[in-house]
C-alpha cells in the first residue's frame, strides 16, 4: 500500500488552495483596474509591451470569467490528487515548472516564426509598423504573434498530463456524462492540440504551443522524478 492510500484525502490541499485564491484574487483586480491584465499578460519579447514580470504574471491571470472557471476547475479536480500524492513543495515545483516551460515552448515557436517572416528575432515591429509592410497573411501571424498571452492552461495542460502518466486507468467524465480513462483523455488532448497547432489558425486566439508546452516539460519533469524515485502510483 502506498502512503497515499494510507492518509486521508484533502479535497483541498495547501497548494491549490493558494493557487485558487492568488488566480481568482488576480481576475478581480483586473476587473477593478483597467489596463491590469495587458500589464500582466506576456508579451513576445521584441514588443514594446513586454516586460520581464510577465513570464511569471501571464500565469495568475485570465481574460474572461469562463476562462479561468475551467482552468481553475481543471487545477482543483486533477490537481488536487497529486498534491495528496507527491506533497505541497514537489506538486508546486511541477505546476511552475510546468507553467514557464509552456511559456517557453510558446515564446519559442514565435520566435521561429518571427524570424522567418522578418529575418531577425527581434525586429522593431510595433502595433502601427506591422501595417503595410508584409503581406496580409504576414501580417495576420505577427498580429497574433505580438498579441498579449494570459492563462494557466500550461500548467492545467501539465496537471492532465501527469494524472494521465500516474493514473491512466482512472475513469474520467466529460461534460459530467461521458467516462473515459485517463490516458486516452491525454492522448485525444495531446493529438488535438498537435493539430491545431500546426494549422496555425491566427484567428484561434488559443495558444496551442503552450498546452503542448505545459506537457512536454511535464513528461521530461517526471522522468526524471521517476528515475531517481523507482515509486510508483
Known amino acids: ?27 478581480l483586480a483586473t476587473w477593478a483596474i483597467p489596463g491590469l491584465t495587458e500589464k500582466l499578460a506576456l508579451y513576445y519579447p521584441a514588443s514594446p509591451y513586454f516586460r520581464p514580470y510577465q513570464i511569471v504574471t501571464h500565469m495568475f491571470t485570465h481574460g474572461s470569467l469562463s476562462h479561468i472557471f475551467f482552468n481553475m476547475f481543471a487545477l482543483w479536480m486533477l490537481g488536487a490528487v497529486l498534491e495528496n500524492v507527491w506533497g505541497p513543495k514537489r506538486f508546486l515545483t511541477y505546476y511552475l515548472i510546468t507553467g514557464l516551460g509552456a511559456a517557453a515552448l510558446h515564446t519559442g515557436i514565435h520566435a521561429w516564426q518571427v524570424y522567418d517572416i522578418t529575418g531577425s528575432l527581434m525586429p522593431h515591429v510595433t502595433e502601427n509598423a506591422i501595417q503595410g509592410n508584409f503581406t496580409q497573411a504576414q501580417m495576420q501571424k505577427l498580429s497574433a504573434i505580438f498579441a498579449p498571452t494570459v492563462g494557466a492552461s500550461g500548467a492545467v495542460y501539465g496537471i492532465l498530463l501527469a494524472f494521465g502518466m500516474l493514473f491512466p486507468n482512472t475513469l474520467l467524465y466529460i461534460y459530467f456524462l461521458v467516462p473515459i480513462k485517463a490516458k486516452y483523455l491525454v492522448i485525444i488532448f495531446t493529438a488535438l492540440e498537435l493539430y491545431l497547432a500546426f494549422i496555425n489558425n491566427p484567428a484561434d486566439n488559443i495558444a496551442h504551443f503552450a498546452h503542448l508546452g505545459g506537457m512536454l516539460f511535464g513528461f521530461v519533469l517526471i522522468k526524471i522524478w521517476q528515475r531517481d524515485n523507482r515509486r510508483f502510483y
Open 1 to 27: 500500500m502506498t502512503q497515499f492510500g494510507m492518509q486521508r484525502f484533502n479535497y483541498l490541499p495547501p497548494v491549490i488552495k493558494n493557487l485558487l485564491i492568488i488566480n481568482g484574487l488576480v481576475f
